[in-house]
Nanobody, 118 residues
Framework: EVHLVESGGGLVQPGGSLRLSCAAS????????MSWVRHSPGKGLERVLT????????AAADSVKGRFTISRDNAKNTLYLQMNSLKPEDAALYYC???????????WGQGTQVTVSS
């Protein structure tokens, strides 16, 4: 059974940093592209960053370019999101999601909440 479990969220001041982790199990992690997706009441669902099986990354959200970095450790079956220079508008529930062969998201984690406030 596929499981994706996010962790690392919390409350941070503007300008601060957080690193989110997503522990994957139940499938061959190295064979799937993965994304971080966030949801906030004001913006809805937004794809943040994607990483493919070769480690190449693509940012879907212009607002995070230069501040957020996605990475993966296939030996640990873990996906990461390093978030620097956080802004209040980055506050959201952050999900990791697996990309299926048809390039849609077929599995999601439960999410981890990020709050950016002074």
């Amino acid at each position: 059974e596929v499981h994706l479990v996010e962790s690392g969220g919390g409350l941070v001041q503007p300008g601060g940093s957080l690193r989110l982790s997503c522990a994957a199990s139940g499938f061959t992690f190295s064979l799937h592209s993965m994304s971080w997706v966030r949801h906030s009441p004001g913006k809805g669902l937004e794809r943040v960053l994607t990483i493919n099986t070769s480690g190449e990354t693509a940012a879907a959200a212009d607002s995070v370019k230069g501040r957020f970095t996605i990475s993966r450790d296939n030996a640990k079956n873990t996906l990461y999101l390093q978030m620097n220079s956080l802004k209040p508008e980055d506050a959201a529930l952050y999900y990791c999601a697996r990309i299926s062969g048809s390039r849609s998201y077929d599995y999601w984690g439960q999410g981890t909440q990020v709050t950016v406030s002074s």
